[in-house]
């Protein structure tokens, strides 16, 4: 079993930063990709960003210019820098892990954390 925990978030102004993190443990193994959701209260949990094992980014047009992620594999820790946030992007973030090395659906993530408030206001 994998365990994701996420740490960050909170509440920020338009156009401020915010950066979350996310530690997994537990039959890591080698996780081909890491990467964020995010649900809008409401809304379907959608997919923001990701990165394989090898270092690879992928992100959502809606995210793309404004967030980075990365990845520390010797830490087993993914990263989301957020900047230039909007109110839009006001959700919970969960962390996700998959062996797959797509992973850009809620159906492609095997493994969650247990979500973070990002509160952006206007």
């Known amino acids: 079993q994998v365990q994701l925990v996420e740490s960050g978030g909170g509440l920020v102004q338009a156009g401020g930063t915010l950066a979350l993190s996310c530690a997994a443990s537990g039959s890591i193994g080698s996780l081909a990709s890491m990467g964020w959701y995010r649900q809008a209260p409401g809304k379907q949990r959608e997919w923001a960003a990701s990165v394989t094992r090898g270092g690879r980014t992928h992100y959502a047009d809606s995210v793309k210019g404004r967030f980075s992620i990365a990845r520390d594999g010797a830490k087993n820790t993914v990263y989301l820098q957020m900047n230039s946030l909007k109110p839009e992007d006001t959700a919970v973030y969960y962390c996700?892990?998959?062996?797959?090395?797509?992973?850009?659906?809620?159906?492609?993530?095997?493994?969650w954390g247990q979500g973070t408030q990002v509160t952006v206001s206007s």
């Open positions: 996700a892990a998959s062996w797959g090395l797509t992973m850009t659906t809620v159906d492609q993530a095997r493994y």
